[in-house]
Nanobody, 123 residues
Framework: QALLRESGGGLVRAGDSLGLSCTGSERIFSRYTMAWFRQAPGKEPEFVASIRRYESVTDYADSVKGRFTIGRDNAKNILNLQMNNLKSEDTAVYYC????????????????WGQGAQVTVSS
């Protein structure tokens, strides 16, 4: 049974908006910093954004700052990523992940991962 599951990926055009969601177990959402990572074809996975559990402090990669917004609903165990003004370089498989390490950007710190959702942006 997957502990995290993404939804909402798809094919859009450059400049469009798209939202991703991630649902998971209460055990993860009640304690963990949650984040989005992505992996483009032929590239290493990279950090996109994170949000802490208690203060809801957010952190964004420079490449998405001002365009993407991360949010969480702890009562419903949902993590969201709103992506605006999408660019072709945003094309990737997007993963949600959870860690006990506050605000980490490092993949190795994340213990829980979803299966990924494909986002394709055509130019």
């Amino acid at each position: 049974q997957a502990l995290l599951r993404e939804s909402g990926g798809g094919l859009v055009r450059a400049g469009d908006s798209l939202g991703l969601s991630c649902t998971g177990s209460e055990r993860i959402f009640s304690r963990y910093t949650m984040a989005w990572f992505r992996q483009a074809p032929g590239k290493e996975p990279e950090f996109v954004a994170s949000i802490r559990r208690y203060e809801s402090v957010t952190d964004y990669a420079d490449s998405v700052k001002g365009r993407f917004t991360i949010g969480r609903d702890n009562a419903k165990n949902i993590l969201n990523l709103q992506m605006n003004n999408l660019k072709s370089e945003d094309t990737a498989v997007y993963y949600c992940a959870g860690t006990v390490t506050l605000g980490s950007r490092l993949r190795v710190d994340y213990s829980y991962w979803g299966q990924g959702a494909q986002v394709t942006v055509s130019s």
